[in-house]
């Protein structure tokens, strides 16, 4: 057992944990949550020994084996696969004596150590150091290659394996999926399942901690709450304590009205009867969610592009790759107004080769990518934080993005300049307020970076989203305000995360890249999931060839663009009664909370009376919205 004692933790002057008591068994699996800065990291690191306690104790029983995951990485000549097996202290330390030339005469202790060999599974450690590296998305080649000359997303995965490497009692994991696809986390999800010690893990994966954690700890207001049960668990009996209604659970009801539209319409069909299930799983949630986050610092929204062309960017029938290297063969693919998909395969499969080439920025070996010439991408690198100026402000970083559209003639604010002020209100929606906005970005968190960074993304009005691993160092309230505002983004969306749930909550389509090909994903993500634990894995995920249409490929795509200029017109009524519907929402929200405020009856009965009428007008003009929508949108599912 471990034991939190009237624990007090300060980091410099602030206040981190005060009078935490908090008892952890042998055997649970707990994930500590938090937002940025509450002290998840340092409570690791006072476990480690790293810190101490400014008051009170932690009682941790001293023959403990403690594993943990390092933040750096030595610049080592040593392979990959030698520096996992370090991770085995007692291993190292008795192949060293077994290699030792004065053990060879001292035959009674060569046959201590070959026992001991034999207890701890000495003779399999290098294939087990192997089939961890495998896990965590190595290649069988990159084993015999020198730490040094692996960048630093491949060494934080090195770590995470030597850490899981270590025959330990307790493993603490800070953010373990961080830098991992989506087919690494759920290997990791596996072994932790058979993994018999003690985990304590800090993450911001809600699903990776509902699948890993028994119990959580949240850490908020300097104090440290213990909940039985996973991530959804504690959010569910959070969200009881929170319990917060109004316009809050106004807009809730009328999103998950929004769900079971879609439920209703499309559960009886069997194309889509895995999307209307995962909806029924969204308002199973919702009521615990919204009420969770209700006090989260960030508020943001994309801003509406200035034009929707269709298509956005088409790429016919291209090859990509590096120098004479072929990543991908004959994609044909294309984003349209609406569109929202999530891309799925395992490392080094070519996702990012792909959302490359649909930005712009590797330009195909062979075929043609066709951008439309209102085309506006914003693209979120998977190292976008390390492109930042170190020595610029936030307000600075978008003062020069305002001055790139200036000298380009157009965007936001037509041809004048926003203001400081507009720029600071923008900024105060990723939580950067006050004096906040003028300091650098040197000392900033990898949290701090990312938000700039999704910021600057924003800030640019793109009308189409190319988002790579969008929620690394995110926190969940970030998370929460991400995937709100991609609901409401007109454009078109494209994701490659390790985050199920921003996956599920924001795409309604899959591709899947693999040996070379992207094709569409039959399934949801959770067909994904056994997909990628089972051993058919091997064998083609997408649909067969047979369910496609038949004909050449330049016959295909004729028929392909007819079928989408009749399409148009519904798609384009659907995207105008949806606009409609958001702007009612949001004016009924504004109407539903002035009518909430009893001081309005006293003060003016004939004013709360008209607001009334306004609020009634409104609905009976959302309903007609709602109508057409529905309406539109069964018309294009019929056509499809």
């Given at each position: 057992?471990?034991?939190?004692?009237?624990?007090?933790?300060?980091?410099?002057?602030?206040?981190?944990?005060?009078?935490?008591?908090?008892?952890?068994?042998?055997?649970?699996?707990?994930?500590?949550?938090?937002?940025?800065?509450?002290?998840?990291?340092?409570?690791?690191?006072?476990?480690?020994?790293?810190?101490?306690?400014?008051?009170?104790?932690?009682?941790?029983?001293?023959?403990?084996?403690?594993?943990?995951?390092?933040?750096?990485?030595?610049?080592?000549?040593?392979?990959?696969?030698?520096?996992?097996?370090?991770?085995?202290?007692?291993?190292?330390?008795?192949?060293?004596?077994?290699?030792?030339?004065?053990?060879?005469?001292?035959?009674?202790?060569?046959?201590?150590?070959?026992?001991?060999?034999?207890?701890?599974?000495?003779?399999?450690?290098?294939?087990?150091?192997?089939?961890?590296?495998?896990?965590?998305?190595?290649?069988?080649?990159?084993?015999?290659?020198?730490?040094?000359?692996?960048?630093?997303?491949?060494?934080?995965?090195?770590?995470?394996?030597?850490?899981?490497?270590r025959r330990s009692d307790l493993l603490l994991l800070d953010e373990p999926t961080n830098h991992l696809d989506l087919d690494a986390v759920l290997w990791l999800q596996q072994w932790l399942a058979a993994y018999p010690g003690t985990?304590?893990?800090?993450?911001?994966?809600?699903?990776?901690?509902?699948?890993?954690?028994?119990?959580?700890?949240?850490?908020?207001?300097?104090?440290?709450?213990?909940?039985?049960?996973?991530?959804?668990?504690?959010?569910?009996?959070?969200?009881?304590?929170?319990?917060?209604?109004?316009?809050?659970?106004?807009?809730?009801?009328?999103?998950?009205?929004?769900?079971?539209?879609?439920?209703?319409?499309?559960?009886?069909?069997?194309?889509?009867?895995?999307?209307?299930?995962?909806?029924?799983?969204?308002?199973?949630?919702?009521?615990?969610?919204?009420?969770?986050?209700?006090?989260?610092?960030?508020?943001?929204?994309?801003?509406?592009?200035?034009?929707?062309?269709?298509?956005?960017?088409?790429?016919?029938?291209?090859?990509?790759?590096?120098?004479?290297?072929?990543?991908?063969?004959?994609?044909?693919?294309?984003?349209?107004?609406?569109?929202?998909?999530?891309?799925?395969?395992?490392?080094?499969?070519?996702?990012?080769?792909?959302?490359?080439s649909l930005a712009g920025e590797l330009a195909p070996l062979s075929g043609e990518r066709k951008p439309h010439p209102d085309l506006r991408i914003g693209y979120f690198a998977q190292h976008q934080i390390e492109q930042l100026d170190s020595q610029a402000s936030p307000l600075l970083h978008l003062q020069r993005l305002e001055k790139q559209r200036i000298a380009q003639g157009g965007g936001m604010g037509g041809g004048h300049a926003a203001t400081d002020q507009a720029i600071r209100t923008f900024l105060g929606g990723f939580n950067f307020v006050g004096d906040r906005v003028f300091e650098s970005v040197a000392p900033f968190s990898g949290g701090e970076k990312a938000r700039l960074a999704l910021a600057m993304v924003t800030w640019q009005k793109p009308n189409v989203l190319l988002l790579d691993e969008p929620t690394n160092h995110l926190d969940l309230d970030m998370r929460h305000a991400l995937e709100r505002a991609l609901t409401d983004f007109a454009g078109a969306v494209l994701i490659v995360s390790h985050d199920r749930h921003l996956l599920g909550a924001a795409c309604d389509q899959l591709w899947l890249i693999r040996q070379g090909q992207c094709d569409d994903f039959d399934g949801d993500l959770e067909d994904y999931a056994r997909w990628v634990k089972s051993a058919d894995s091997a064998k083609p995920a997408s649909k067969p060839a047979a369910d496609k249409p038949a004909g050449a490929p330049k016959t295909q795509r004729k028929t392909a663009a007819l079928s989408r200029a009749q399409q148009k017109p519904l798609r384009d009524a659907i995207r105008e009664s949806e606009k409609k519907m958001t702007r009612l929402e949001r004016k009924i929200a504004e109407l539903d909370a002035q009518l909430a405020d009893p001081a309005l009856y006293q003060a003016d009965s004939f004013k709360a009376a008209e607001l009334a009428k306004q609020q009634g007008d409104l609905r009976s003009a959302l309903e007609t919205a709602e109508a057409a929508w529905m309406a539109a949108s069964e018309q294009l599912e019929a056509a499809s």
């Open positions: 057992m471990i034991t939190f004692n009237n624990l007090t933790l300060r980091r410099g002057p602030r206040v981190l944990l005060q009078d935490v008591n908090l008892s952890i068994f042998a055997g649970q699996r707990v994930g500590i949550v938090g937002r940025n800065g509450t002290g998840k990291s340092s409570l690791f690191a006072l476990m480690l020994g790293e810190l101490d306690a400014d008051a009170g104790s932690v009682d941790i029983p001293a023959n403990l084996d403690v594993a943990a995951s390092r933040q750096l990485t030595p610049n080592l000549d040593c392979s990959a696969l030698d520096y996992v097996m370090d991770g085995d202290p007692e291993l190292r330390r008795t192949q060293t004596e077994l290699d030792d030339p004065a053990t060879m005469d001292d035959y009674g202790r060569l046959a201590e150590l070959h026992e001991t060999m034999h207890a701890i599974d000495g003779y399999t450690a290098q294939a087990r150091a192997a089939k961890l590296l495998y896990g965590l998305g190595f290649a069988e080649a990159d084993n015999a290659r020198p730490v040094r000359s692996f960048s630093g997303g491949w060494r934080v995965r090195m770590n995470l394996a030597q850490a899981l490497m985990v304590l893990v800090v993450s911001h994966d809600r699903d990776f901690l509902d699948a890993v954690c028994s119990h959580t700890v949240h850490l908020e207001n300097q104090t440290a709450i213990a909940y039985t049960g996973n991530y959804s668990a504690f959010e569910k009996m959070r969200a009881e304590k929170l319990s917060q209604q109004a316009a809050q659970h106004a807009s809730q009801q009328r999103r998950v009205a929004e769900l079971q539209r879609f439920v209703d319409r499309f559960k009886a069909k069997a194309t889509k009867a895995r999307q209307a299930q995962s909806r029924v799983k969204m308002i199973e949630r919702m009521q615990q969610v919204d009420a969770v986050h209700a006090e989260s610092p960030f508020r943001f929204q994309f801003i509406e592009p200035p034009k929707l062309p269709d298509p956005l960017v088409t790429l016919d029938g291209i090859n990509a790759g590096y120098g004479d290297t072929v990543v991908l063969r004959d994609v044909q693919r294309r984003l349209e107004p609406g569109d929202r998909i999530g891309l799925l395969g395992r490392n080094g499969a070519g996702k990012t080769t792909l959302v490359r």
